[in-house]
């Protein structure tokens, strides 16, 4: 496979599993140096072993938790700081919750929100220093959800929403210094998002989210079918492509 990592240093939240993971295996198998930071270090730490297995010439992991400013910006230090630059940034740790709206909690809202929005604020802030040195760019994980809306899920949804309207921004604030800002929206994939989140109570069935009939996976893509989308916008391949919104979901959401 060719190596279009080779002396590149990539961050990668929420590493530990699912999606996360299987992006992080895909560019450790392309040559680059990876630091995983989730707050599940354990499986972080599995991720990172498989990882120079996979042809990495480095992997580190980083225990932080995305829904705290101050461990956000410090886990961006420490990353810097261990080859003294970074090339990517990658921002996929993410939580949801679920349920009638009118059920809502502002505590699973904040919780949301937080993880899956808020943190992109400090942690590319922190980073886009470095980024600006090594003319970098930052991929983040939307969703077809921040596109489309979803039942049941609305702050998950408008988390998303935010995660797309944040890339545009700085995709085009941050063209002039040459940093680029892309993100990702899957459609349903196969992970443990869901799991420990009770299902929905009475959900109405005719306004559930459709499935992908591509390669018969109604179920859900997994992570590996998603991988490729996150080693193209992150590597030299997509050195036009700032700003793109790019839905990987098997045509769920066409038609
Ligand atoms: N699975 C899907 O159907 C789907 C669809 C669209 C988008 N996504 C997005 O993909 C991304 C990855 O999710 P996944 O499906 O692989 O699920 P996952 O649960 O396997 O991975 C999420 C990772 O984020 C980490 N994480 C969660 N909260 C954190 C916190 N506070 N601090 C640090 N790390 C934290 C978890 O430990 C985990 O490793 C998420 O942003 C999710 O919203 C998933």
Redesign the pocket.
């Known amino acids: 496979m060719a190596k279009r990592f080779s002396n590149k240093v990539i961050l990668i ?9 299987a992006a992080a295996l895909r560019i450790a198998s392309e040559g680059g140096s990876l630091i995983i ?4 270090i354990d ?2 730490r599995e991720v990172a072993r498989e990882a120079l297995e996979r042809g990495a010439p480095a992997a580190n992991t980083i225990a ?4 705290d400013a101050q461990s956000c910006a410090e886990m961006v230090d420490q990353a810097v700081s261990i080859h003294g630059r970074l090339d990517c940034l990658i921002n ?5 919750k679920r349920g009638h709206f009118l059920e809502m909690t502002a505590a699973d809202w904040s919780l949301v929100v937080s ?2 929005l808020t ?1 992109l604020f400090h942690i590319i802030q922190r980073a886009l220093p470095s980024l600006i040195s090594s003319r970098g760019n930052v991929v983040s ?5 921040g596109i489309e809306g979803i039942s049941y899920y609305t702050a ?1 949804a408008a988390s ?1 929403a935010g995660v797309i309207a944040l890339t545009k921004s700085l995709a085009a604030e941050y063209a002039p210094a040459g940093v680029r800002f892309n993100a990702i ?11 420990g989140v009770p299902p929905v109570r009475d959900a109405n069935p005719d306004i559930v989210v459709r499935p992908s009939k591509l390669l018969g996976k109604t179920a ?1 893509a997994e ?1 590996e079918d998603i991988a490729g989308a996150f080693a193209y916008l992150a590597s030299a391949d997509a050195c036009f492509t700032s700003g793109t919104i790019l839905v990987v979901d098997g045509a769920q959401t066409a038609g």
């Open positions: 939240t929420g590493a530990a599993s699912g999606i996360g993971r930071s989730d707050r599940n499986s972080g932080f938790d995305a829904a996929n740790a993410g939580v949801l993880v899956n943190s994980t939307a969703s077809t959800a998950y998303k929206c899957p459609g349903r994939v196969r992970t443990d998002l869901g799991a859900g992570p």
